[in-house]
């Protein structure tokens, strides 16, 4: 069982529909991260929350948009995608951001999305 | 060239075997993940290494900061450790992120 946990498991939409991908962890981590994965390739970091700030936007389209409303959950909220926007998206917490030493990724099981 | 290289890109063993997974990087680091991502999606991160030798049950990971080269190894090998194995780098000027190679993928056969 992860300590992280991600909802929903699967989503399937169309291109002008609007949905959000859930993570939620009660570790008490104090920065939170999106990654997008593709098949047979490493994850590709997206987004890093620090202290429920946005620190880190690795250059995302504006149609995905970040939000952490507390410092447990963390969403990513989705609009207008494009089909080449399918992927498995991966959401990690750490007990600390850059500054409070190094700590290791604790990584949800993901949710694979597809569109239509 | 890749910050993150690893070798090899795919290893298929027979249950039992020792398996070893390399992993060289070109950049000065803070610390080394070695991470498993089963075919289900989830990540898990089995060690971080800043020096030396770590050791969890059959999986041992050793790294070398001067030759800039980690290797995790896995003893008596099960088909239930068949997963894609990821190594991953935090470099000294890279803040919070983690350059990711591109994994191996390790498949044991009974």
């Known amino acids: 069982d992860t300590e992280v946990t991600q909802t929903p498991k699967h989503l399937v939409m169309g291109m002008t529909n609007k949905k959000s991908l859930k993570c939620e962890q009660h570790?008490?981590?104090?920065?939170m991260y999106w990654y997008k994965q593709k098949a047979k390739k490493p994850p590709e970091l997206m987004f890093v929350?620090?202290?429920?700030?946005?620190?880190i936007n690795e250059s995302v389209p504006s149609r995905f948009s970040p939000e952490c409303p507390n410092s447990s959950l963390l969403n990513l909220h989705l609009h207008a995608l494009q089909p080449e926007d399918s992927a498995l998206y991966l959401c990690?917490?750490?007990?600390?951001?850059?500054?409070?030493?190094?700590?290791?990724?604790?990584f949800g099981d993901g949710t694979r999305l597809s569109i239509l | 060239k890749n910050e993150v290289e690893q070798s090899p890109q795919n290893l298929t063993a027979q249950e039992g075997e020792f398996i070893t997974i390399n992993c060289s990087y070109s950049?000065?680091?803070?610390?080394l993940h070695w991470l498993q991502q089963h075919p289900g999606g989830g990540i898990v991160s089995l060690f971080m290494l800043s020096s030396g030798k770590k050791k969890h049950g059959r999986l041992i990971a050793t790294i070398n900061i001067q030759e800039k080269h980690s290797s995790l190894h896995i003893t008596a090998s099960h088909p239930r450790d068949s997963a894609v194995y990821i190594c991953?780098?935090?470099?000294?000027?890279?803040?919070?992120?983690?350059?990711f190679g591109e994994g191996t993928q390790l498949t044991v056969n009974p």
């Open positions: 570790m008490g981590h104090r920065a």
């Open positions: 929350y620090s202290y429920e700030k946005l620190s």
């Open positions: 950049v000065g680091i803070s610390a």
């Open positions: 990690a917490s750490s007990l600390s951001p850059v500054g409070g030493g190094d700590r290791p990724q604790h």
């Open positions: 991953a780098v935090r470099s000294d000027t890279s803040g919070s992120r983690l350059t």
